[in-house]
């Protein structure tokens, strides 16, 4: 999140819905090729890009209402909704993951008695396209937005999932061994919830108002210490107004209050700059005020 550039969603809306329409017309071919085939690692595939897809329409929905005005109850407007869109999607991945590992677990003890291993192989070559077409067109915001992040690895996991699928049918017309196809889908879920993990980390952090990855308390304690009169730090709080956007307060102990709109200025300006916190509330305080620390 500490990024200096400014993430533009007003071109995002776009990519949301080129990726869910793909996605939902592959997802139908997958699902009914992978009922034809009796190939589990098909239509756990499926799930887990269905799974994505809601993910997609949920971030559309905070991409959305982001763009909304401030009101007079929401006077910050609608920006957590994108770091609450992260959160679920973690979730959700997370959960139909649990399930594909569990389905797959009955599998290897039950295996199926025939599986189309060639049809398996063509359907999941062509996943490893709309997957990695997917990913792509999310890959330029993935280091500026959790959402964005959170879209990119999700569709380069099936991506990566899907070639995992190829393998495994072309080892199963190779070979004839069915267990093959839920040792993939175990494999393969297992990776994708290695990545999954991180991204439920972030996102709770950022839910829970910690400070944003990129961005050490300490460091920026230091900085405000470096100007000229500031003796003291007190109620320093720093946290994630979205997945792109910072804040900070603090309340700063001043030598020389006659200097007050001069240290405003430049604490503002060198926060913005320096750490890309563009929304800083700062009051200064003298000597002479006793200061209560707040609890939190």
């Known amino acids: 999140m500490n990024n200096h550039q400014t993430f533009n969603y007003s071109s995002s809306d776009h990519k949301y ?15 009914l090729c992978g009922a034809f085939a009796n190939s589990l690692a098909l239509v756990t595939d ?22 909304r005005k401030p009101t007079k109850r929401h006077t910050y407007g609608f920006y957590n909704t994108t770091i609450l869109a992260a959160f679920i999607n973690s979730l959700i991945l997370v959960a139909s993951l649990s399930i594909v590992i ?8 039950h295996p199926e008695n025939h599986i189309d291993g060639m049809l398996v192989a063509i359907v ?6 709309v997957n990695g077409f997917t990913a792509y067109i999310f890959e330029a915001g993935a280091s500026k937005d959790l959402n964005e992040k959170a879209n990119y690895w999700h569709f380069l996991a099936d991506a990566l999932i899907s070639l995992c699928v190829v393998v495994s049918g072309l080892l199963i017309v190779w070979t004839g061994w069915r267990v ?39 460091e920026v304690e230091k900085y405000l210490l470096s100007f000229p009169n500031i003796e003291k730090i007190n109620d320093m709080h720093i946290w994630a107004l979205s ?7 603090a309340h700063l102990q001043c ?27 700062l009051q200064l305080e003298t000597k002479q005020k006793t200061h209560i620390e707040s609890d939190i």
């Open 46 to 67: 499926a799930i887990h890009n269905l799974g994505d897809v809601l993910g997609l329409v949920i971030a559309l929905v905070a991409v959305v209402l982001l763009k």
């Open 102 to 109: 569990w389905e797959a677990l009955l599998r290897f003890i």
């Open 243 to 249: 997945t792109t956007e910072i804040a900070l307060s």
């Open 124 to 129: 999941a070559l062509i996943g490893v396209f």
């Open 255 to 281: 030598e020389d209050p006659q200097q007050y709109v001069e240290i405003l200025d430049a604490a503002t300006d060198g926060l913005r700059k320096k750490f890309a916190i563009d929304h800083v509330t």
């Open 180 to 218: 093959i196809d839920p040792i993939v889908s175990i494999v393969a879920a297992i990776f994708v919830l290695r990545e999954s993990w991180r991204i439920f980390h972030d996102s709770f952090d950022l839910i829970t108002n910690g400070v944003p990855e990129g961005i050490e308390e300490e």
């Open 17 to 31: 819905w080129l990726g869910i329409s793909i996605n939902l017309i592959f997802i139908i071919f997958e699902i």
